[in-house]
C-alpha cells in the first residue's frame, strides 16, 4: 500500500465517523427514537433525556461519559460492564505510557538512518511510512539498543498496569459480592455426579439425606434437576400461541377502530399458505387450552419420573453455601462435585446432568474441532489476505487490469478491500464458537461467553495476525523461497514493518467505522422503525424490536485483544502504529461509555469473572510481542539479542505469581466475603422458587406440585 493510499484510508474512515456521530446527535433527539439510543434507561424506568430532549446539547453525550463515575457504569449496567472499562483503561495506559517514550525516541533513531532506501518490502516497495520504522535500520547498528531498550520499556509497563488492574477488579468483585442485597445463587450450590441411588430411595431423598447429614443446621432443601426436553417443547408452543393471540386480539382491535370489524384468519398448513382457513382468535384460543392441559401432565410426568443426576442444593446462610462450593464432599472426583450456583437465569438446564468424565471428553472433542477450525480457516485467510493485493488480483484475475489500473479506484481499493474482505470473513465464526463451547457441557451462559471468547481470541490472532503476515509474504516471495529455502524466516521477519502499514489501516478502520456504527445504531434504528410500521402489533413484539441486548463479550473482547496483540507486536518495529492504538481505545472507552449507560441491557452478572481471563490474554499478547522481538533483533544480527532472552521468562514468572495471588477468589467466593450481614432474611422460599426452570413454573404452582421431586426430608424441614 502506497502513502496515498494510507492517506485516502485514514482520510474517508475518519470523514465516515464524522457522518455518523452527527447523524447520532441528532437522531438520537428526536422522540420516537428514543428506544433505540437509550433503552437502558427506559428499562430502568428512568428519563431518556435529563432535562427533556429539546434543551439537550448535540455533543451532551461526551461530557456525560467523561463525568460518569464506576459506580454509575455499576448501578446501570453491573460489575462485568465496569470491569470491562478497567481492560480499556489499562490497554490505554499501557499503550499512552508506550507512546510517550518510544515516539520522540525512536522515530527521529529511525528516520534519521536512511540507509536501506533500497530495501524492498512485502509490497515491493519502500514506503514513508517504512523510513519511521525499525526497517530503516541497518544491521547490526548501534541504533538497535534503543528498540531493545523500548522492548524492556513495553513490558516493564504492561507488567506494573495489569498488575494494578488486577487488584482493582478483586476489590470490585469483592465490594459487589459483600453487598446486603439478597441474591438467590449466594445461597445455593450446584451439585453434579451424583452415584447411583440405593434401592428403595428416591433421588430427592439421596440428595437431601447426605446433605442433611453434613449440614444439618443450614440445609434448606434441594431441587433434583429433570430431563426438560419435553416440557420444554410443550412450553415453547404455548409461549409461541399466547404470542399469536395477542397479535391476532391487537388485529381485532385496530380493525374495531376503523369501523371494520373483521376478525383475523389463516390457514393452518405449511406457514399459512395451504390447509383450513380459520379464525385466528378461537384457533389460538383452542391451542392454548389445549397445551397447557397437556403442559401440566408433562410437568407432573418430568418431576415425578424424569429425574437426573444432579441437583441444586439450597442453604440458609451463604457463608455456608461458599464453604460447600469450595469442599470436597467425596473420595472419588468423580462422584458429588459440588460448584457455586450460577444466577437463575444463566443455568444451562440441558448441560447440568452431563457426567464427569463425558464433560472431560466433550471439552477434548471440542478442542480438537477448534484446532481443525483454526488451522483450516488459516487456508482461506490465507488466500484472502494474498488474492486481495492488487498486485496478486492481477496476477490472479488479469482480465481486471484495466479496472484495478484506474489511479482513483485504485486508491479506494488498496484502501479499503482487503480490511473488509477479512472483516467480513471473520463475522461468520462466533456462532460456531458458541456452539462449541455450549457443547462442552458448560452449566452456565456466562461461563459459556468466556470460553467462545478464549477459542476466538486464539483463532483471530493466528488466522489474521500471523495468517495475514505469513500470507502476504509467502505469496509474494514464492519464487525467493523456492530458490533460496532458508531464507524463508528472513523474509518473514524483514516483511514485518511492511505489513505494519496493513494493520494500521485495518485498527483505524475498526474504530473509525466500527465505533461510528455503534455510536449511530443506525442498524438497529432502521429495523426497529420497520418493525414497527409494518410488523409489530403487540407491546410485548414492539420491546422484542428495540430491546438491545448485552455488549456481547464473545466477539468483543476478542476483537479488542487482536487490536492489542497487533499494536503491541509492532510498537516497537513500527512505533507510529501506537497513536491508532490509543486512538481506537480512548474511542472505545468514550463511545462504549454512552452505550453502557444508555443503551446495553445485562443478560447476566458474574463479578468480573471475565478478568482472569483478560489478563491472561494480554500476557500472551505480551509473549508474542517478546518472541516476535527476539525473532526481529535475530535476524538484524544484532549481537546483544540475547538480552531480549529474560523477557518471556519474566512474563511467565508474572502471569504465575498473578495467578497465585488473585485468582482462586475468582473462581470462589472468598468465606471472608460470603461473611457479611444482610439487610433483611431472606425469603428461602422465593429463593428456591427463582430457581424453578420457566417450563415447569406456573401461576398454580405450590409445593404440591413438587411433591413427587420432595422427600420427606425437606419437606419436613420447609413447613417449620
Known sequence: MDFSSFLTSLGTSFVIFTVFMLLFAWLSTRQGNA??????????????????????????????????????????????????FVFLSTV???????????????????????VKNAHSTSNGTFNDLDKLSMANIQERSPRLWAFLVATYWVSVVTYFLSWKAYKHVSTLRATALKSDEVKPEQFAVLVRDLPDVAPGQSRKQQVD????????????????VTNNKEVDKIWGELEGFKKKLLRAEAIYEESERKGQGTKPTHKTGFLGFCGKKVDSIEYYNEKIKELTQKLEAEQKLTLRE???????????????????????????????????????????????????????????????????????YLIPITFISALTTLENLRKVLPFLKPVVDVVALKTVLEAYLPQLALIIFLALLPKLLLFLSKTEGIPSGSHVIRAASGKYFYFIVFNVFIGVTIGGTLFSALKTIEKKPNSIFEILAKSLPGNATFFITFVALKFFVGYGLELSRIVPL????????????????????????????????????????????????????IPFGVLYFALGWLVLRNQALKVYVPAYESYGRMWPHMHTRIL????????????????????????????????LLFFFICRKKFYGAFCHTALEVANQELKETPHMDQIFKSFIPPSLNSEKLEDEQFEDSLSQVSRSESSV
Not at 434543551?55 to 464506576?70: D, G, M, N, V
Not at 490505554?92 to 536512511?114: H, Y
Not at 464432599?329 to 444451562?348: F, G, K, S, Y
Request: glycine letters at 6%; a positive charge.
Open 35 to 84: 428506544v433505540v439510543y437509550y433503552p437502558n434507561r427506559i428499562v430502568k424506568g428512568l428519563e431518556p433525556w435529563e432535562g427533556g430532549s429539546k434543551t439537550r446539547k448535540p455533543f451532551a453525550w461526551i461530557s456525560e461519559a467523561l463525568s460518569s463515575t464506576e459506580q454509575d457504569v455499576i448501578h446501570m449496567s453491573g460489575v462485568d460492564t465496569a470491569v470491562y
Open 92 to 114: 490505554l495506559g499501557i499503550f499512552v505510557l508506550s507512546g510517550v517514550v518510544l515516539l520522540p525516541v525512536l522515530l527521529p533513531i529511525a528516520a534519521t538512518d536512511g
Open 620 to 651: 500472551g499478547s505480551l509473549l508474542l510481542y517478546q518472541a516476535t522481538m527476539l525473532g526481529y533483533f535475530g535476524v538484524s544480527k544484532f549481537y546483544y539479542t540475547p538480552i531480549l532472552i529474560p523477557l518471556p521468562i519474566l512474563s
Open 526 to 577: 432502521i429495523i426497529y422503525h420497520v418493525k414497527r410500521n409494518y410488523l409489530c402489533k403487540t407491546e410485548a413484539e414492539l420491546k422484542e424490536a428495540w430491546f438491545p441486548g448485552d455488549i456481547s463479550y464473545a466477539t468483543r473482547v476478542p476483537n479488542d485483544m487482536l487490536i492489542v496483540t497487533i499494536v503491541l507486536c509492532y510498537s516497537v518495529i513500527a512505533p507510529v502504529i
Open 209 to 224: 439425606t447426605y446433605f442433611k447429614s453434613i449440614y444439618s443446621h443450614t440445609f434448606y432443601r434441594s431441587m433434583v
Open 306 to 376: 424424569k429425574q437426573q443426576g444432579s441437583a441444586l442444593v439450597f442453604f440458609t446462610s451463604k457463608l455456608t453455601a461458599a464453604s460447600a462450593a469450595q469442599s470436597l464432599h467425596a473420595q472419588m472426583v468423580d462422584n458429588w462435585t459440588v460448584t457455586e450456583a450460577p444466577e437463575p437465569r444463566q443455568l444451562i438446564w440441558s448441560n447440568l446432568t452431563i457426567k464427569f468424565y463425558g464433560r472431560i471428553r466433550r471439552q477434548y472433542a471440542v478442542y480438537f474441532v477448534v484446532f481443525l477450525t483454526i488451522i483450516f
